[in-house]
């Protein structure tokens, strides 16, 4: 049982899981008959701070700022960790970060800059060593010749990304984004006063793109399409005949250009193939190629990530991170280095790795298929599994209440499971729950006994 002090906590989680899905909505997720959860929700909404303020303060927000949602993924991966800090056993399959160590290797070449005294100020856009690295991998791993000119290396892929968005759209400009995508693809295109414009997908279709679907939604206002392969959340992985069909609907449009966000590319399991779109005919002036260290590498908190396009846009990032964060850490460069040494797509250390990924993935795919009403589409890469249990909406749970969506049911698994997951509805598909395998087998077993009996009593009251 928790304590008094983690109940209050895992009402916070409720409080932040109902604010992120409805920010305008006063209707509680969850606790439907008892009203006790909600009571707790709304003294824990209560702005105390903001009242104490005198009310000759301004304290309105910028509505760019304003139109902004937070980050479901962080704010779950947050509240689980505090429920771990508070006594309660979770769970944790929310955070998208590798459970191994930076290689050895890698580690030691950041401890050594340190010794070395390599602790100041590098150039903005990135050490001369390490984009002359960046682009010996681009050349031997994707097939693609940019000069050192043409690397923009930032503060991790999520950094590089926004500057992308922010360098090439207009006000009024349309991003063009497949769902289910990552949580900051939108809020990076609304920061850039551009328009989201969502393309969904099926899960029969694996979560990919058609290229029908794409033509009908272009204008003339199209100004980006934002690709992910392998994909975050749903792991699946962009055939190279499926992307040069999306390239030949592009090379229609004069304005259009990509984000190709290949930070998964090393994590991929056979047959499945990584493709750079930026190889593809007529798409090298109109791609920037987004990636980083902190996946394969297992380098999250080392913050790395990098940019390669035309070089004009690359200046245009560059000019942009020099008024933002100026260059990355001179420590976290020396590492990238090293990782980018350990050989063609990380070497036998990532291969390792991945190889334990792929065991955890068909593990969960095999043992979730079981459940009935459960859908999954089979990752190709990445560490996620993007499962549809709406069969299960519409179902009441004694002491909870009614269970109507993704937010409502990861709710449930963490209160009353302790098993901490995303709702689909923070990367555009509401039917779905993203499951982060980037743990231990051990883990994962426990993590699936939990859930079957999580939805156990739920096939009483709806039909799956």
Known sequence: ??????????????AAVRSESHPDSKKPIGYGKSGNMSSRICAMAKPNDAEALPSSVDMSLS??????????????????????????????????????????????????????????????????????????????????????NQILVSNGAKQSILQAVLAVCSPGDEVIIPAPYWVSYTEQARLADATPVIIPTKISDNFLLNPKDLESKLTEKSRLLILCSPSNPTGSVYPKSLLEEIARIIAKHPRLMVISDEIYEHIIYAPATHTSFASLPDMYERTMTINGFSKAFAMTGWRLGYLAGPKHIVAACSKLQGQVSSGASSISQKAGVAALGLGKAGGETVAEMVKAYRERRDFLVKSLSEIEGVKISEPQGAF???????????SEAEGFGLINDSSSLALYFLDKFQVAMVPGDAFGDDSCIRISYATSLDVLQAAVEKIKKALEPLRATVSV
């Open 1 to 14: 049982m928790a304590s008094q002090s983690s109940a209050a906590v895992i009402s916070a989680a409720s």
């Open 384 to 394: 996620y599994l993007f499962i549809d249990f709406s069969s299960y909406y519409g």
């Open 63 to 148: 509505p760019r700022v304003q139109s902004l949602k937070p980050s479901k993924t962080m704010a779950i991966t947050d509240l689980a960790a505090t429920l771990v800090q508070s006594g309660v056993p979770i769970i944790r399959l929310a955070a998208g970060e590798p459970d191994f160590d930076t290689p050895k290797i890698v580690a030691e070449a950041g401890v050594n800059a340190i010794r070395e005294g390599f602790t100041r100020y590098s150039l903005n856009a990135g050490t001369t060593e390490l984009r002359e690295a960046i682009c010996r991998k681009l050349k031997e791993e994707n097939g693609l010749s940019y000069a050192p």
